[in-house]
């Protein structure tokens, strides 16, 4: 079993930053691909992040990317979002999300597909104001 569990979440004004972690604890950490999805109210979770096992591969919506860059720490088994150049709206849950799929073409291919991912945590909110 694996438990992720997120943080760094708050109210922000437009074009500042935050940065989110997810602290996962249990099976190898390192072996996962690595998600970040959001949902704003009355919207369908969206993906928003991903980032393979070794690091070396990054996957963005285009909605986020040259704003948000995901990364992670191993050694830490921790996944970091961060935000920049925040946008209302980018108001959401914010959610981290763990795949055991470890194919080399899966961030480029299917690593936006939430059904893709085995575990959860349960959600940050990030509140951006205009």
């Known amino acids: 079993q694996v438990q992720l569990v997120e943080s760094g979440g708050g109210l922000v004004q437009a074009g500042g930053s935050l940065r989110l972690s997810c602290a996962a604890s249990?099976?190898?950490?390192?072996?996962?691909?690595m998600g970040w999805f959001r949902q704003a109210p009355g919207k369908e979770r969206e993906f928003v992040a991903a980032?393979?096992?070794?690091?070396?591969?990054?996957s963005y919506a285009d909605s986020v990317k040259g704003r948000f860059t995901i990364s992670r720490g191993n050694a830490k088994n921790t996944v970091y979002l961060q935000m920049n150049s925040l946008k209302p709206e980018d108001t959401a849950v914010y959610y981290c999300a763990a795949s055991t799929i470890s194919l080399p073409n899966f961030i480029a291919t299917m690593s936006y597909l939430d059904d893709e991912y085995d575990y959860w945590g349960q959600g940050t909110q990030v509140t951006v104001s205009s």
């Open positions: 980032i393979s096992w070794s690091g070396g591969d990054t």
């Open positions: 249990g099976r190898t950490f390192s072996s996962f691909t």
